[in-house]
C-alpha cells in the first residue's frame, strides 16, 4: 500500500517558517515512527499570485481534491493590500475551504501548564483550561449572496449576507456533538437568536441534532454573552459549536487563554472520502504575522499542534499525535519559549528553528 499523501502549502509571512519545523516532524515520524508519508508542496496566497496571478492555481486545487490530507501555514500580507478582492491571498485560502467542503473547523484551546501564568488572564481562570470550538466554516456571511459593493442612489453601499440552511447547520451541529460524546458531554451553541433570524434556525435546528445525543448537556448562549463568558469563566464550555463569523472570533478570543495566538492548531474537516479518510486541511489559526515575518520569530507550535490534528483525524495515529503534544508540553515544561511566549520579565527567546530543534530532541526522548 502507498503512503498517505500529504499536500503542504506554507503560503506568505510566517506560514513558511513554521511550516519547516513540522516538515522537520514529518521527516522525523519517517524516519524513527515508520511512518511516512508522500509530502508534495505548493503555492497558496500572495505566493501562488506571485508566481500565476491568482491566491491559487487549478492545478494546486485539484491537488488539494486528491491527496489525504493538506497542511497549510498562512496566508496575506501587507503586499498585497491593494489587490483586487478577486485575487486576494485570503480568496485562496477561503477557496480551499468551500471547494473541498471542510464545514467543521475544530479550534482547540488547551492551556498547557507551563503557560498558565503567562495568559492575560489569572493563572486560576485559566489552568487546566481544554475547550474546542466547532466553527462552521463553509457558509454564512462568508458566502452568502447577495454580497458586494454597489452604487445606490448617490452612494456606495457594502453587503453581504447571513445565509444558513438546515442542513449546514445540522452537519456543523453533528460534528459538535460527536466530539462531545468523546470529551466532557457539553455543547454550548452560540449564535444571535435575539436578532437573526439566521440564529433563530440555527437554535432550533441545533436542539433538533441534540435530540439524538440525550446524554450531551445542550445550552445556546447570544454569541456577545459568549465572546464575555470566554475570558470571565471559560472552563465552564467543552465544545461550542458557532457561525463562521462569530467563531472566527471567538476563536481569536479563545488564542489568549492559552496564552498565543501562536499556539493554537486546528482542523477543518469535510465528509468522508472512498478511502474512509475525511476531506482535511490542518492549519495554525494565525495569520502570517507581517510584523514579524522573515525573522525567525515565530512560533511553529501551532503549526506542529495541527500536523499532531492531522495525525489524529486524518491518520488514526492517536498515540503519535499525542507523542507530539506531549514533546511539546515537555519543552515549554523546561522553559523553551519563543517571542510570543515571554513575558515582561524578558529573557532571551528562541528562534523558530531553536524551538524546532527543542521539539525534536523531545521527541526523540520519547523514544
Ligand atoms: P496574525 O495572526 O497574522 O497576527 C496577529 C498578531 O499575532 C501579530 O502581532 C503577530 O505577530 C502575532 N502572531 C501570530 N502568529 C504568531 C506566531 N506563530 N508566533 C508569534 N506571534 C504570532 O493576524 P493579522 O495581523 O490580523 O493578519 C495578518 C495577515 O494574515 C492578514 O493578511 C490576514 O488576512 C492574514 N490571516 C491569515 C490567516 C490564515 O492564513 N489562516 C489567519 C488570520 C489572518
Ligand atoms: C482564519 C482567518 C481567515 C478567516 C481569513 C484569513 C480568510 O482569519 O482562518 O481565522 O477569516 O477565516
Ligand atoms: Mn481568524
Known amino acids: 500500500m502507498s503512503n498517505p499523501s500529504i499536500l503542504i502549502l506554507p503560503g506568505d509571512g510566517i506560514g513558511p517558517e513554521v511550516m519547516d519545523q513540522v516538515v522537520r516532524v514529518i521527516d522525523w515520524y519517517g524516519a524513527k515512527r515508520d511512518l511516512a508519508f508522500d509530502v508534495s508542496t505548493d503555492l497558496v496566497g500572495g505566493a501562488a499570485y506571485d508566481a500565476h496571478g491568482v491566491p491559487l492555481h487549478d492545478d494546486t486545487m485539484a491537488k488539494a481534491q486528491e491527496v489525504d490530507a493538506v497542511l497549510l501555514g498562512a496566508v496575506g500580507g501587507p503586499k498585497y493590500d491593494d489587490l483586487d478582492f478577486s485575487v486576494k491571498p485570503e480568496r485562496g485560502l477561503l477557496r480551499l475551504r468551500k471547494e473541498m467542503d471542510l464545514f467543521a473547523n475544530l479550534r482547540p484551546a488547551q492551556c498547557f501548564d507551563a503557560l498558565a501564568d503567562f495568559s492575560s488572564l489569572k493563572k486560576d481562570v485559566v489552568a487546566g483550561l481544554d475547550i474546542m470550538i466547532v466553527r462552521e466554516l463553509t457558509s454564512g456571511v462568508y458566502f452568502?449572496?447577495?454580497?458586494?459593493?454597489?452604487?445606490?442612489?448617490?452612494?456606495?453601499?457594502?453587503?453581504?449576507?447571513?445565509?444558513?440552511?438546515?442542513?449546514?447547520?445540522?452537519?456543523?451541529?453533528?460534528?459538535?456533538?460527536?466530539?462531545?460524546?468523546?470529551?466532557?458531554?457539553?455543547?454550548?451553541?452560540?449564535?444571535?437568536?435575539?436578532?437573526m433570524e439566521s440564529g433563530i434556525l440555527w437554535r432550533e435546528v441545533v436542539t433538533k441534532v441534540g435530540e439524538d445525543y440525550p446524554e450531551v448537556e445542550l445550552s445556546h448562549m447570544y454569541a456577545d454573552n459568549g465572546a464575555m463568558q470566554l475570558v470571565r469563566a471559560p472552563k465552564q464550555f467543552d465544545v461550542i459549536v458557532t457561525d463562521n463569523l462569530f467563531g472566527d472570533i471567538l476563536s481569536d478570543c479563545a488564542a489568549m487563554l492559552t496564552g498565543s495566538l501562536g499556539m493554537l492548531p486546528s482542523a477543518s474537516l469535510g465528509a468522508p472520502m472512498a478511502n474512509g479518510r475525511p476531506k482535511a486541511m490542518y492549519e495554525p489559526v494565525h495569520g502570517s504575522a507581517p510584523d514579524i515575518a522573515g525573522q525567525g520569530k515565530a512560533n511553529p507550535i501551532a503549526c506542529m499542534l495541527s500536523f499532531a490534528m492531522a495525525l489524529r483525524y486524518s491518520f488514526d495515529q492517536g498515540d503519535e499525535a499525542a507523542r507530539l503534544e506531549q514533546a511539546i508540553e515537555t519543552v515549554l515544561a523546561d522553559g523553551a519559549r519563543t517571542g510570543d511566549l515571554m513575558g515582561p520579565e524578558g529573557g532571551t527567546p528562541l528562534s523558530t528553528a531553536e524551538m524546532g530543534d527543542a521539539i525534536l530532541a523531545a521527541l526523540d526522548a520519547s523514544l
Not at 167 to 192: D, G, P, T
Request: overall charge positive; some cysteine; hydrophobic content about 30%.
Open 144 to 195: 452568502g449572496e447577495p454580497r458586494g459593493i454597489f452604487e445606490e442612489g448617490n452612494e456606495r453601499v457594502g453587503i453581504n449576507t447571513q445565509r444558513y440552511t438546515e442542513s449546514e447547520i445540522e452537519r456543523a451541529a453533528r460534528s459538535a456533538f460527536e466530539l462531545a460524546m468523546r470529551r466532557n458531554k457539553k455543547v454550548c451553541s452560540m449564535e444571535k437568536a435575539n436578532v
